[in-house]
């Protein structure tokens, strides 16, 4: 869920829209299921929080993008299609530059 032992909740939530759907496959790194399942009370609490996100992430619709961010978006990526096409369609020298590497 997260890498280096981040907060199982919060990876949960993040992932895209959809994605978790009532399921969640975790692998533990061996020395992690001792701590997470090694005594009964911790255990429980281990899953409680996997499976509060997992229903929270499932059932909540997922937050709508600000228009603000959107507006952002567009605008990267209008930059980066110029970019795209000034480097590799309007100038002369990259098809000969790619086929040389």
Do not use: C, H
Request: charged share 25%; net charge positive; glycine share 8%.
């Amino acid at each position: 869920v997260g890498r280096g032992g981040g907060p199982a909740r919060a990876a949960i939530l993040a992932q895209p829209p959809g994605s978790v759907n009532g399921s969640l496959r975790v692998t533990e790194q061996g020395e992690m299921i001792r701590f997470k399942f090694g005594l009964p009370e911790i255990a429980q609490r281990s899953m409680e929080i996997y499976v509060s996100a997992v229903l929270e992430a499932t059932l909540q619709p997922p937050p709508q993008p600000k228009k603000a961010w959107r507006d952002q978006m567009n605008r990267l990526a209008d930059r980066a299609l110029t970019s795209y096409r000034e480097q590799v369609r309007e100038n002369p020298d990259f098809v000969p530059y790619f086929r040389a590497i």
